[in-house]
């Protein structure tokens, strides 16, 4: 399926992790049903991921497409898992119908491709929606759920049914993600503590704690340092990214970027705030503000804004307050 992003849409670098199996086998092992990450091989995962989509949707999306042994009833069987990573920043609500054709177009490769026949039935898929937004996801799990009002019980059984399992990050409790011991889990931590830049020095230290302990420290270390540069500087954060090659070896150089960074966002919300309050100010003394007035307060120093916050009760005009044109 594509290796693509969505418009206007940053990548994430969880291509690139979940192209690990390790970090597949994390991913379902910490975060699904353990009914059915219980029964997996993760020793005979597969990588599939290609281009099998047809383009029926403009959205572009990043996938994953992996198999795995699964063995029940005395009976073992290859299972495809189909990793949908969402990260817009809106819920989408026609997720089922996405995840109905992007089947039906896998499926319909495996028998192009001579993997699967239909007279001997097609194999079990497993569709993994993983989802980072802030918003809690609200959008149907299942198709069938998306049919209103409901259809008279003689035609039910001819409607479609395809649900895929939802993994909403966000939604984690950093209790929840203490209890998974993983890289990934690390690497959820960091993704919230992002959101608010509070703890996240606290969150990259708990994902060194976990790679230092990992018997594969080294390899990891590269994969997550590869995705933490691209997702600080996804974030716009003033940090030496050159200088970063591995969290193990410079996690104090990172921590006093971070500090660094923390200030400096600090800083910046503090002048954003007194901003906002002084236009407030402005428009219910003076009006709307004039072209030349909002540009001087974009291009404002910390320094002017806070003069002229105790300027404006004196301040008889716009100009006397400002300035000249």
Not at 73 to 82: S, W
Not at 114 to 133: E, M, R
Not at 174 to 180: H, K, M
Not at 268 to 280: D, I, N, S, T
């Amino acid at each position: 399926m594509p290796s693509t992003t969505r418009i206007n849409h940053h990548d994430t670098g969880y291509k690139e992790l979940f192209s690990h199996p390790e970090f597949v086998q994390q991913l379902l092992e910490g975060f699904t049903p353990p009914e059915i990450s219980g029964l997996m091989d993760f020793r005979t995962l597969k990588n599939h991921s290609g281009n099998y989509i047809t383009p029926l949707f403009e959205e572009k999306f990043e996938d994953v497409v992996w198999s795995v042994e699964v063995t029940w009833d005395g009976a073992t069987q290859r299972v495809f898992l189909y990793l949908l990573l969402e990260f817009q920043s809106t819920v989408d609500h026609a997720m089922p119908i996405r995840l109905m054709h992007y089947v039906a177009c896998f499926y319909d490769h495996l028998l192009k491709t001579k993997q699967a026949h239909p007279g001997q039935g097609l194999p079990p898929i497993f569709p993994v929606v993983l989802y980072n937004g802030a918003k809690p996801w609200r959008a149907k799990q299942d198709i069938y759920d998306m049919i209103a009002p409901e259809p008279p019980e003689f035609l039910r059984a001819y409607q479609p049914h395809i649900r895929y399992y939802l993994v909403d990050e966000a939604r984690y409790t950093d209790e929840q993600l203490g209890l998974v011991e993983s890289p990934l889990s690390g690497v959820f931590g960091i993704e919230k503590a992002s959101k608010k830049h509070e703890g996240f020095q606290k969150a990259v230290d708990r994902i060194v704690a976990i790679i230092q302990a990992d018997p594969h420290k080294h390899r990891i270390d590269k994969i997550v340092t590869r995705w933490l540069k691209r997702h600080l500087q996804r974030l716009g954060a003033d940090v030496d990214l050159d200088r970063l090659n591995s969290l193990l070896e410079e996690k104090d150089m990172l921590a006093e970027n971070l500090e660094s960074w923390a200030k400096q966002e600090q800083q910046r919300g503090r002048h954003e705030g007194v901003e906002a309050m002084l236009r407030k100010q402005i428009n219910l003394k003076f009006g709307e503000l004039p072209e030349w007035a909002d540009q001087r307060l974009k291009n404002a120093t910390d320094e002017q804004l806070d003069e002229w916050v105790m300027q404006i009760l004196s301040a008889d005009s716009l100009t006397a307050l400002l300035g000249e044109q």
